[in-house]
Every structure is written in structure tokens, then in C-alpha cells.
């Protein structure tokens, strides 16, 4: 069993930047895909960032390209996600997860469905 940690959040204005850090336990960290969700009140659950196992391949969700970056430290078992410019519609919980299927790529559904889960950090952004 994973165990998948975040850290990070809190409460910001628009227009100011937050970094969010997952730690995920297990010698096979470096084998795994990782992924950031979200999810607001009232809305569905989206996949934000994912990061392969390499760390050579990221996708985004479209409203976050361009200031959200996702990278990970295989050697601290680590992976971040940088957001900048952050906007009111950001607001939301935000989830790391771990991957179950070694070295498969990222794939938000599939990931969401199988993969492991932390308990989420809160994000806020006023306007």
C-alpha cells in the first residue's frame, strides 16, 4: 500500500503563486506516474497535472497551462506542483496521486480510478 502525503495550501489572493508538495511512500516511487487533481464545491473532479515516471512528460488541464508546473525528485520521493498567477476559479481541494501501474503514462481517468490517494489540501484564492 502507497501512502501519499500533501502538503502545502492555504489561503491566497488572486494573482499570487503557491507551491503544493506530495510525498508518496515506497522504494518504487521512481516507477510511477503521479498526478494532481482537484475538486470545488459543486464540481466535478478534474485532473490538473500529471507527471510521468521519468518526469519527461507532463499534460495539464487547459486552464492551467502556462502557470502551473508539476515536477518530481525521484531521489526524495517527491513531486510539487508551482502554481502561479493563481485566479478565484482555482479554488478548490487539491489531491496527490500515485499511480498503481508501473511505468504506464499519465492518463487522468485511468489514474483517478486506480491509483493512490492523499487526503487533500485545501487551496483558496480570493479575489
Known amino acids: 500500500q502507497v501512502q501519499v502525503m500533501e502538503s502545502g495550501g492555504g489561503l491566497v489572493q488572486a494573482g499570487e503563486n503557491m507551491n503544493l508538495s506530495c510525498t508518496a511512500s515506497g522504494s518504487a516511487f521512481g516507477s510511477y506516474a503521479m498526478a494532481w487533481f482537484r475538486q470545488a464545491p459543486g464540481k466535478e473532479r478534474e485532473g490538473v497535472a500529471c507527471?510521468?515516471?521519468?518526469?519527461?512528460?507532463?499534460i495539464y488541464t487547459e486552464s492551467v497551462k502556462g502557470r502551473f508546473t508539476i515536477s518530481r525528485d525521484n531521489f526524495k520521493n517527491t513531486v510539487d506542483l508551482q502554481m502561479n498567477s493563481l485566479k478565484p476559479e482555482d479554488t478548490a481541494k487539491y489531491y496527490c496521486v500515485a499511480d498503481s501501474r508501473k511505468n504506464y503514462a499519465c492518463q487522468f481517468q485511468r489514474i483517478a480510478a486506480s491509483g493512490y490517494w492523499g487526503q487533500g489540501t485545501q487551496v483558496t484564492v480570493s479575489s
Open positions: 507527471i510521468t515516471y521519468s518526469g519527461i512528460t507532463t
